[in-house]
């Protein structure tokens, strides 16, 4: 499937910029009225930027403290928060805001739309999270401590022990989940209505059909979620036993509840990264996407089958052995699908005439830490050798190595990917070659020995250890800084490309590229396609790609 | 001015929404479905250690080819000043065969405090094939400060039993349930 996208016209006359007032009331009446999906997809990218460098500081105040054996920095309960709040706002408030606003930017442009499905429906979803985000980080301040208990808050812990707090945080993830639903419902509307004349469903770009299937596993599992925290503050405070033995209720029901959403949710937060890796892969290769159907097939397959495995997660909490066996079996079939998706990028690439632009390095990042996190995976899905592994720092090696350099590396992709589009400047490749090289590196610095710390036998979520593993703690927290500063680059390099300092950049961008979002100019107008472009599909098109505004290189 | 187009979008959109956000509510309620859904499972499967509710007394006959230690075990859920321990350690006994043993329970406190014992059984498989004909698990005990009891247990095992189960061990756990839970957390604060 080769499509050929051919902008029948745009007509430059209508282009206008947003709408705002003078003075300081007209530039906040702007950002919060808004319902055009650049802005708010700005806004999304934003929150999501600022949720990411503090809960990077968390993460740095936890390595110091684990820069050496014994208490030395910050109190235990200091400690848990900060684990806890580490995991709930990188999860939350980073790696969904991130692609949610990466599907409002690109969605529309696209699939030749003009804005998203129900534009006043994204406005609220957008506007819920600064509240759900105040009210989560508010929990600092209230007497006898903020969450403390892990980002999976299993109960007693977040119930009968739980500090008063913990009822602010139920509260905001009740918010963050209506405004995933709503996010969910306008990008599923926008997907199926808004296509431009022509396009199929098996004719999307692999992003978009990305966004489609997570989209699906957002408004199944967010409910369930709704429904467990509601269980919690019941059990709180009114009386009920859900999860109180002592009532009749169960511990290990939360456990399973919370991880029928929480498997899913991985789900959520690495297929839409997926989507960009096969955005990005085909352009810097100069070569179309290998396998696109089985691509889709893939995502699909992965998303279906993270619904019956989430029982991995509690192999420890005493389950029946022939549902260990079941659960080990189906969570290693995921391998399958995600083992198609990593074959077909390898094969895209292959024989490519690649380029090694910032966003592809990223990519070609993601390909190989990605798998080595895949692998970490499979080896935790062998119930014998989960006993041994399970709640040590190998668990937290194995999901930090998918989601930095799978989740965080594919959306920093992305953003140096799309951002000569949105904002009509190429950012400063050097600086960002510089960012890839300080993060790839420190990222191993950082993970890596957590690998041999599992293995030896750390746990996890303690802020002490024994003192044989001091030097690997060390070289961690080493990587963990140079990680944490070397995104600072990241960010004084998107500032200057939004402050219009690199040279400008083409409609094309990419030599490579293609989509409908290509055709448009850089920066897009305001109202991406007032007239539906038409979706032309080819059968053999590599030369026919390159045609269309080659001249005005 | 809305054309032909623009008017049919608008409906299949409507439509489309209200077909999600009635998923939407139908996983919620899903959620809570899951509470009932769990608790049948396990009972039906017997695999959390749960046993059944109160049978009848077994009088079809004892199999007296086998033999199964059953041991007991008794704690007490965190801050509850009780002393609460078994009678007997272990039990000899063959499926089929009905045994009475008891509890002893104390309240060191000097107020009056009501008790909810949970069992547990380990192997979780043997579970259903412990059947209790009376227990002081079925109901909540109340006693007054300082006071002591012996707390009845009558069971017997099925003769069903797998043939690989030789030993099952009965755990009882105490938990306070005199205060609402919000007057138990408040209490617990200075604890944590």
Redesign the interface.
Known sequence: MTPTRVSKHHDDDHDHGAHQEPGFLGFVKRWVFTTNHKDIGTLYLTIAMVNFLLAGAMALLIRSELFLPGHRLIAP?FFNTMTTMHGLIMVFGVVMPVFVGLANWQIPMMLGAPDM??PRLNNWSFWLLPFAFTILLSTFFIS??APNYGWTFYAPLST?????STDFMIFAIHIMGMSS?LG??NI??TI??MRAPGMKLMQMPMFVWTWLITAFLL??????????VT?MLT???F?TS?F????GG?P??FQ??FW?FGHPEVYVLILPAFGVISEILPTFSRKKLFGYHFMVYATAAIAFLSYIVWVHHMFTA?V?IQ?ALIFMYSTMLIAVPTGIKIFNWVATIFKGSITFETPMLFAIAFLFMFTLGGFSGLMLAIVPADYQYQDTYFVVAHFHYVLVPGAIFSAIAAVYYWIPKWTGHMYNETLGKLHFWLSTISLNITFFPMHFLGLAGMPRRIPDYALQFTDFNQIATVGAFIFGFSHLIFLYNIIQTVRGKGKKATKRVWEGAHGFEWTLPSPPPYHSFLTPPVFVEEASSHEAWDVSDHHEK | MKNDFQFL?EK??RR??IA??S???M??G???A??PL??VL?KQ?G???KTSGRVVLDDTGIDESRVITVQFLATT?AYIPWEFRPRLRTVRMHPGENKAVAYFARNNTDHEMTV?A?PSVTP??AAKYLKKTECFCFTQQKMKGQEEMDWPLLFHIDKNVPKNIHTITLAY?L???TK???Q??ES??GH?
Do not use: E, W
Request: with cysteine; net charge negative.
């Open positions: 309960d499905a129900l006898g401590s009968k022990y739980g500090p008063p639903i969910s419902i599923i509307a199926l209505n408004l199944a599992i967010m409910p369930v979620l709704a429904g467990t269980m059990d709180r405070h009386g859900f109180d033995a002592a009532g169960d290990i029901l399973h509840l029928f005493g029946p549902a | 979008r299949k959109q489309l929404v999600l956000t998923f939407v509510l996983m919620f899903f959620g809570y899951m509470v769990y608790n396990c499967l695999i959390n250690g859920n909810q949970i979780s498989g756990t938990f306070d349930v609402s839970h919000a138990v957390i617990n604060q944590l």
